[in-house]
Each structure stands twice: as structure tokens, then as C-alpha cells.
């Protein structure tokens, strides 16, 4: 038997409305004390004297999912959270546009700063998410994680 897990991924990049309509569903909350944001960033890095111009992502989507859901269960077995989003972009992302969000709330700020350091570099190390820098000349490498 399958298991269908949540979709993490929006194609391109994430958008501040986005961003600002998932929080504002958390305002009303009253047993929420504290809110921490990660906002990934694409870096116009230079790199052998070409600049980055964006970053395609592709993923094993189904796999990633299921990484995506497995962190995000760790981290509520771990921490006292009220709730979390992840979401992650798809598809071509360009420098200074947002690649990745992740939104933690608990009852305590203490536990908002560890568990959002959790959740980012579980991230990092475990999903199956990888990324093509395309330069401004528009030749590609596969990015290295940093």
C-alpha cells in the first residue's frame, strides 16, 4: 500500500503574497507566542568569473515528499510545535527570488529557533532536491550545497 504525502514543491519561484497569506492564517492563533521564517534565497554568486543568473531545481518528487513529511514529523516529535510549512520551488528560480520557505510556531520562541535550524539542515542533507546554476552566459553546472 502507497502512502500519498503532502506536495512541498510550487513551481518557480515563491512569492511574498504567498508567504504572507501563510502567515496571516496563524495570527488569529491566541496559543501561539512565537513565529520563525527561513526564506532560502538564490545568490548571484560568481563562480569562475560567470555570475548566476538563476537556479533551475528538479527533484524526486515522490521521494522528496516523503523526506519532506518524515522531517516534518521529527521535528514535531522533537519540539513543542503548534504548527509548520515547508515549501520548496520547482523549476527555474532567479537570483534573488525565493527557493525555499519554511514557517515553524510554538507557544515558546525558544523552541522556534531550534526547531527551524533542525528543520533547514535536515533539509539540506536528506531531500533529494538539486540544483542547476545557470549562469548569465546561460551555460549550467549542477550547484554544489552551501
Known sequence: MSTTYK????????SSEFIGESIAKHQSKTTIGAHNIFLGQVRA???EDKKVAAIE??????M?????????EA???KFNLT???IYH?????????????????????????????YVVEAIKADVPVFGKEIFEDQSTQ?????
Request: glycine fraction near 4%; hydrophobic fraction near 40%.
Open 7 to 14: 506536495n512541498v514543491f510550487k513551481q518557480g519561484a515563491i
Open 45 to 47: 554568486d560568481v563562480i
Open 57 to 62: 531545481y528538479t527533484a524526486y518528487e515522490d
Open 64 to 72: 522528496a515528499n516523503k523526506k519532506f513529511h518524515d522531517i516534518r
Open 75 to 77: 521535528t514535531f516529535d
Open 83 to 85: 504548527c509548520m510549512h
Open 89 to 117: 520551488s520547482l523549476g527555474e528560480v532567479k537570483s534573488g527570488e525565493i527557493c525555499l520557505f519554511v514557517f515553524v510556531s510554538s507557544p515558546r520562541r525558544k523552541e522556534v529557533f531550534k526547531a527551524l535550524e
Open 142 to 146: 549542477w550547484k554544489v550545497n552551501s
